[in-house]
């Protein structure tokens, strides 16, 4: 039935993921246990291995986490330990083989029963202290369908040798559950029992172990006399049939008792196994294989020819393992004392184990010579030459290290090519960082000839060439002389080789930009005075001008398109400006009609108003066929010399003559035509103010007169005044202060302003009648 079921089991178990732990077969049994097993503190002998031979083998992790705990060791198995599937296989996976080989009778007599495939590895070995530990862990198949039945896959670590407490180990089985006296065993730790040691994998889906279940890491130990011989036998085995495959894992390096490990570091390794005065220390590392519950003394004798405390640090006569640690590590340093002495020596000599064994430690200490560098000489080159540069150090402790100031490469040989006067820094650097630094001085020379910078013109330019830097020249063209005039059609290059310098060769390249493709716009003929429009078009930028000088350009002159009033038949340029810096220019002529000059006479010059008849006189210029006259009264003519009657009432009017000639082009004038207000001023020269009512008072009689500015005084034949008035319109009852005036003559004077601004004087007489 059990059969049956391996068969399903494995038919169910064919794919599995890839194992985090491998194992390798085919080690020699000695192998294994002097180069995997075995750590300090015991020496082994006698070696052999009972079983088949695929049965024992080495696994590891190769860095991959397991759920095993355990990363290297032996692994002792009842099958195979490379069968498939792999041991690191998944728990779903299904070990389970038959080796063929026979059981073990010690291990019948643990189970009280039978076993198979048995695999057995017995040594002889002398500890060196006095307690026996190595760490293992326990896997099977079996688990957890099997427990509590006749088929316990068993194992067993049996001891036989001196019992310190008296007597002798006869075929001890180290193999135990924690502070008991009970086996290891399928049927003795699982779920159910001292579970706290068992591993359910098919619980946790293990993916790095292939076995069902195990047990946690537990270590196999035993009480030992130093010094002494014992035999240990490790044996595993299929129980009951020679299905479902167990294993046991030994950890590496485990197995062991308190014996002193000393390694010896140096901080500096590439610098060799020695010292070196404030450079190379030495690292002592003092190890027990298993920990100790107590300090663990190890007493130190010191010797050599360098001297304790002054060549090197104190070392002291004793160095202490603290309790519960593995190891403590003790540093020397070498001094530096600038003194020659050769290779001197520290003889350090450590009791290893309880049986009188001793280790003696050489450590030979170096004169540090104090690092120095030499370097290449200083040179003079060339600019765009290039040399090589070298510095090397010497004594110190190499290989050496160069970090130069300016350069990113860090060999000892450098390429440099420097544009001007170049200093170049080096520091050296050792094994023991110390350093050294030294200069190298590049000069550079920077005589030669030089054919200026590329030169850029415009199509139709040239350009003068110049070299500069040597004593003579000759150019691509032929020309010898230090400048050349240049005009090419296209793209040149110009070359000049000079003598005298360090470069003797250089070149020019004359690039050509096109000139703007200018365009203008045609204007039409028109009359002078009349605008008219220009456009240009083929550049960036404009500059215009005219000739002769047109006075309606201005403000206008950096357009693209002018707008224009000429006078007369004008040429306008313009100069056009390109992306590449590069002009052009362009006329234009503007036709211009010749316009006619209107110009009239006006007879008289002054109008009177009492006679407002006016001769107007064309005398415009320029053949004009068609005249239009604006009087400024309403009234208009199209005769070439009209006569024109102005209003009486006088005053300024603005005559406008517009003339036509045969191209249509017209001109106009304006004049003010002044029809003077003639005035009247009557004074009668008798009048008789009776009191019947006819011809009582006298009066001014005008026309023309303002009544502003007027002033009438009369006067008797003495002088006196008689009467005065401002108003024009007052009239004189011939009385003076309402006493009637004798007849006779009187004088008078009137002072008045006629319309047209003008101040008069007036005298007379007048005759009272009575």
């Known amino acids: 039935m059990k059969k049956t079921l391996f068969l399903i089991c494995f038919l169910l178990s064919i794919t599995y993921s890839f194992s985090q732990l491998t194992v390798t077969s085919g080690i020699p049994p000695a192998t ?6 075995v750590g300090g503190g015991v020496t082994i002998s006698s070696i052999t291995y009972t079983g088949h031979a695929n049965a024992i083998g080495k696994f590891q992790t190769g860095g991959n986490p397991t759920n095993l705990g355990i990363t290297e060791g032996i692994i002792m198995s009842s099958g195979v330990v490379n069968g498939t599937p792999a041991i690191g ?4 996976g299904f070990a389970s083989s038959s080796n063929g080989t026979s059981g073990d009778a010690l291990l019948n007599s643990l189970i009280s029963g039978t076993t198979n495939d048995a695999a057995v590895l017995q040594f002889d070995f002398v500890p060196l202290s006095d307690t026996l530990r190595f760490r293992y862990v326990f896997g099977s198949e079996e688990y957890p369908e099997w427990v509590g039945s006749t088929f316990n896959d068993v194992f067993g670590f049996f001891v036989t040798g001196p019992n310190p407490m008296g007597g002798t180990y006869t075929n001890r089985n180290i193999a135990l559950i924690p502070n008991t006296m009970t086996p290891v065993a399928i049927n003795n730790i699982h779920s159910g029992s001292y579970s706290q040691y068992f591993v359910n994998n098919q619980g946790l889906s293990g ?11 537990l270590t196999a130990w035993l009480k030992v006399t130093p010094c002494q011989t014992y035999h240990i036998k490790l044996a595993i085995a299929d129980a009951g049939d020679s299905s479902f495959d167990s294993a046991v894992f030994l950890e590496a390096n485990s197995f062991g008792t308190s014996g002193i490990i000393v390694d010896t570091e140096f901080s500096i390794p590439a610098i060799g196994n020695f010292a070196v005065e404030g450079c190379n220390d030495v690292i002592l590392n003092f190890c027990l294989p298993q920990t100790s519950p107590n300090n663990y003394i190890i007493p130190i004798q010191i010797g050599g020819t360098a001297t304790n405390g002054v060549d090197y640090t104190m070392i002291p006569s004793q160095i202490t393992i603290p309790a519960g640690s593995l190891c403590t590590e003790f540093t020397i340093e070498a001094f530096i004392d600038n003194v020659d002495e050769g290779i001197e020596n520290i003889e350090i000599i450590i009791q290893t184990n309880m049986c009188g064994d001793y280790d003696t430690i050489n450590i030979a200490i170096h004169d540090y010579s104090p690092l120095q560098v030499t370097t290449s000489n200083d040179t003079t080159i060339c600019l765009g030459d290039s040399t090589q540069i070298i510095a090397a150090g010497i004594l110190g402790i190499s290989p050496y290290e160069y970090a130069w100031d300016n350069i990113p490469d860090n060999t000892t040989t450098q390429t440099v090519s420097p544009d001007a006067a170049t200093t170049y820094t080096v520091t050296v650097s050792d ?16 005589v030669g000839v030089d054919a200026g910078d590329d030169v850029t013109i415009c199509e139709n330019e040239a350009v003068n060439l110049t070299a500069t830097g040597g004593t003579s020249y000759i150019w691509s063209t032929g020309a010898t002389t230090a400048t050349i005039t240049v005009s090419p059609a296209q793209e040149t290059t110009y070359f000049v080789t000079a003598t005298g310098v360090c470069f003797p060769h250089d070149s020019v390249t004359v690039f050509i930009s096109p000139s703007p493709n200018i365009t203008l716009s045609q204007p039409p003929t028109v009359c002078a005075g009349e605008q008219i429009q220009i456009t240009a078009s083929g550049g960036e930028s404009y500059a215009w001008s005219s000739n002769p000088p047109d006075g309606t350009l201005v403000g206008q002159n950096t357009n693209e398109t002018i707008n224009v009033k000429p006078k007369v038949t004008t040429v306008y340029t313009v100069i056009a400006l390109n992306s590449f810096g590069c002009t052009n220019s362009a006329q234009v002529i503007a036709e211009i009609y010749p316009a006619p000059q209107a110009d009239f006479l006006i007879d008289p010059l002054i109008i009177s108003s009492f006679d407002p008849i006016v001769t107007f006189t064309d005398i415009s210029r320029g053949n004009p066929i068609v005249w239009d006259w604006d009087f400024g009264d309403q009234t208009n003519s199209d005769v070439q010399n009209p006569v024109h009657i102005f209003s009486e009432d006088g005053g300024t009017y603005s005559v406008l003559l517009i003339v036509t000639n045969i191209y249509g082009c017209i001109d106009s004038i304006r004049k003010d035509a002044f029809v003077k207000p003639d005035f009247v001023i009557y004074v ?5 103010p009776g009191g019947n009512g006819i011809n009582d008072e006298i009066g001014i009689f005008s026309t023309g007169v303002s009544k502003h500015d007027f002033h009438w005084i009369i006067f008797n034949r003495w002088g006196n005044i008689v009467f005065e008035s401002f108003d024009l319109h007052q009239s004189w009852n011939g009385k003076m202060n309402g006493s009637k005036l004798p007849a006779g003559f009187y004088t008078y004077k009137i002072f008045f302003r006629d319309n047209s601004n003008i101040t008069h004087e007036k005298y007379g007489s007048i005759l009272i009648m009575y």
């Open 207 to 217: 993916q790095t172990i292939v076995f069902d279940g195990f047990t946690t890491v």
């Open 89 to 92: 296989s998944p728990v779903s």
């Open 684 to 688: 009668p020269n008798a009048f008789s």
């Open 431 to 446: 094994m023991c960082s110390q350093t050294a630094t030294a200069d190298i001085q590049i000069q550079v020379s920077i």
């Open 32 to 37: 294994l246990v002097q180069d995997v097993l």
